[in-house]
């Protein structure tokens, strides 16, 4: 299927607005009933950028979209965290995520804030999310064998006060909805750990991943990292 790429970079996605609309619908697939609106809303309150990649099809209906909403940190003066959502519309879906669109949106964030530390956090419940995470990212917090210096332990602590995060646990937040799964996901997540130490390690730090709680993951966005990735993304 042949797809066009509308990219959108704002402060704010408006209330009832067109755009909003347009981005809550697709995101409205990802989650089960209990999503809603106010939700939707909390995810972009805040944010000093919010970055959109909305991919349309031939028809030019739009079928998925992906964003970093960023928000500087208050009380620091060089600290950025990025949170990222995607969204795609199954039945319409023909072709592959952009991923190297999406990422490039980031990049251009981290240069432009080039001396400030750009944090990307993570509320995964999609033990294969936190699989490809891990597999591109050098420096993910936590992973097996990485857990947490005191450097990051103090921006977790930043983070999950900004956000207001229900932790649960050390790593763990409590979720008031959850990705949709079918069996059939769940069957091939089991599958793969048989075989895939990042989704065992994800598994045994969240073995309660199906009652919407979430695995907290911290990602430093600097040019080490960045530069581990690409490699691993031009290997593929």
């Not at 103090?154 to 956000?163: A, F, H, N, W």
Request: charged letters at 25%; a positive charge; aromatic letters at 12%.
């Amino acid at each position: 299927m042949k797809t066009s790429i509308e990219v959108i970079k704002t402060n704010c996605i408006a209330p009832d607005s067109s755009l909003e609309q347009r981005i809550y619908r697709l995101f409205s697939l990802t989650a089960d009933e209990r999503f809603n609106l106010h939700y939707f809303r909390k995810t972009y309150e805040g944010c000093d950028q919010i970055d959109i990649l909305l991919i349309k099809n031939e028809q030019g209906e739009d079928i998925g979209f992906g964003s970093y909403s960023y928000r500087k940190i208050k009380g620091k003066k060089n600290l950025y965290v990025a949170r990222p959502a995607m969204g795609i519309d199954k039945s319409k879906r023909g072709s592959s995520f952009p991923t190297g669109l999406y990422s490039k949106l980031l990049i251009e964030f981290k240069l432009k804030h080039f001396l400030s530390e750009v944090i990307l956090l993570g509320i995964t419940l999609n033990p294969l999310v936190y699989s490809g995470g891990c597999r591109y990212w050098k420096k993910l917090y936590p992973r097996p064998n990485l857990r947490y210096n005191s450097h990051m332990q103090g921006i977790r602590q930043l983070v999950i006060d900004t956000y207001n995060l229900n932790m649960i646990s050390e790593n763990i937040v409590s979720l008031p909805y959850a990705p949709r799964l079918t069996e059939e996901d769940v069957a091939r997540f089991d599958k793969a750990a048989k075989t895939n130490e990042y989704i065992q390690e994800f598994m045994r730090l969240n073995p309660h991943y199906l009652n919407s709680e979430g695995l907290l993951t911290l990602i430093p966005v600097n040019l080490s990292n960045l530069w581990n990735g690409m490699l691993k993304m031009i290997k593929k």
